[in-house]
């Protein structure tokens, strides 16, 4: 099979930007990112988007879908595969192979997948299967601007907004009119224990850069701590302890343990789309010779 994308994929703290953005260099490519909050302008400690890592020697590699829309915007899945077809075209017809790179499952799986979002019965017959917590995170990326706290909260109707959410967009992309995505997929994978210690040194490090001096901008710039709170992690705990609500320890411990149950879902993510016939090749760290080898060993045909 010859594919006409790479994607490299992996829980947060992986490494896998680092790896996409070196890979990207060496094979002509430009990166298009597969992150829900990543496309906001002004967020940017907290979302990780890590610019200088696109950055290498002094060549800038090209990205895309980062910085797209303000933080007041709504933004979610269908809106994401839009533009990423939109991106898609531009990147190979100047030749160049586009890699796509990050950790949203649900961005990721619409692409790699070709799921056509205008069926009314997309995913529905897995989503009672779904806990809570995975479905307030999937009902926040279709849409991200909740009026109704109370679906957030109640499971009938928390099952009932996702289905809704996923039937109602009337401005989905035909898939039928797009190319066929045949992706060569890369993952990182590293050890659990190796995850948790980077993710905690990680946020101890954005921390100290400012994480929580970029949630009073936003704070300053007229979002609210309820629009703050519904993105979730970084924003939602900064925002409690901004308002007083939890104090710093608590609001680091809280935090540290919820990306680390973030990290455990994204696998999650990842293992299900294996069972459903997606090919991922796994390395367990972000070794730039091993994911060359997969990608020299691959056929890559942009035609």
Request: overall charge positive; proline content about 2%; aromatic content about 10%.
């Amino acid at each position: 099979m010859s594919h006409n994308l790479i994607s490299i994929l992996g829980p947060t703290a992986c490494g896998k930007t680092s790896l996409a953005a070196k890979l990207a260099l060496h094979y002509n490519g430009e990166i298009i990112s597969a992150d829900s909050r990543q496309v906001y302008r002004y967020m940017d400690i907290g979302t990780g988007k890590d610019i200088s890592e696109y950055n290498i020697n002094g060549m800038q590699i090209a990205y895309h879908l980062i910085d797209i829309i303000d933080t007041d915007k709504e933004y979610n899945i269908y809106r994401f595969q839009e533009d990423f077809f939109a991106v898609y075209k531009q990147v190979i017809s100047k030749n160049k192979i586009p890699f796509l790179t990050g950790g949203s499952g649900l961005y990721l799986a619409v692409i790699i997948q070709n799921y056509l979002l205008n069926k009314a019965d997309f995913y529905a017959n897995e989503i009672d299967k779904k806990k809570d917590e995975e479905l307030r995170e999937l009902l926040l990326q279709l849409k991200p601007n909740q009026h109704n706290q109370t679906d957030l909260v109640n499971r009938n109707r928390l099952v009932a907004a996702v289905k809704v959410a996923f039937s109602e967009n009337n401005s989905q992309v035909d898939l039928t009119k797009q190319k066929k995505i045949n992706s060569l997929n890369i993952g990182i994978a590293p050890d659990r224990e190796l995850i948790k210690r980077r993710i905690t040194e990680r946020l101890k490090k954005r921390l100290n850069e400012g994480m929580i001096e970029e949630v009073e901008k936003l704070l300053l710039r007229g979002i609210s701590h309820d629009r703050l709170q519904l993105f979730g992690l970084e924003y939602k705990y900064i925002s409690l302890y901004l308002k007083s609500e939890i104090n710093y320890n608590d609001m680091f411990q809280k935090l540290n343990s919820s990306i680390h149950k973030f990290a455990k879902r994204q696998m999650t993510w990842f293992r299900k789309m294996e069972k459903e016939g997606v090919q991922i090749q796994w390395l367990e760290s972000p070794n730039y010779e091993s994911a060359k080898r997969i990608i020299d060993s691959a056929r890559i045909n942009l035609v």
